[in-house]
């Protein structure tokens, strides 16, 4: 296999974790795609960061046979899910796909309105 058939055949790094927050449920997700993080970076922009949390995870989390979980409307509901449980799956993701967690932070906090 040349190169090229290399890249353009490369699969997305996978990993099965365990959320205590639904009973026990072994969840497998996987790292984004090039073009999905420009698709959750555009919902960052459009509708914060909580509605590009939620996409991530529509994205990223796979079903036993492989297939994507959750549906693209299923993001909405996403949002009202457990905090814990989602943001244990999509600090996974983000770790698969290589990104700095403390960087995506940082510029939430940037994005969100300061009380008090």
């Known amino acids: 296999m040349n190169l090229r058939e290399l890249i353009l055949n490369s699969k997305l790094k996978q990993k099965t974790i365990i959320i205590p927050e639904w009973d026990n449920a072994k969840v497998t997700v996987r790292e984004l795609s090039a073009g999905e993080l420009e698709q959750v970076n555009d919902v960052f ?44 799956m999509y600090l996974k993701i983000i770790e698969l796909s290589g990104i700095d967690a403390k960087k995506i932070k940082d510029s939430q906090t940037k994005s969100e309105p300061t009380t008090g």
């Open 45 to 88: 922009k459009d509708k914060g960061p909580v509605a590009s949390q939620a996409q991530v995870l529509v994205f990223a989390t796979l079903d036993s046979d492989g297939s994507q979980l959750f549906q693209p409307g299923d993001a909405e509901a996403l949002v009202n899910a457990s905090n814990n449980a989602v943001n244990k």
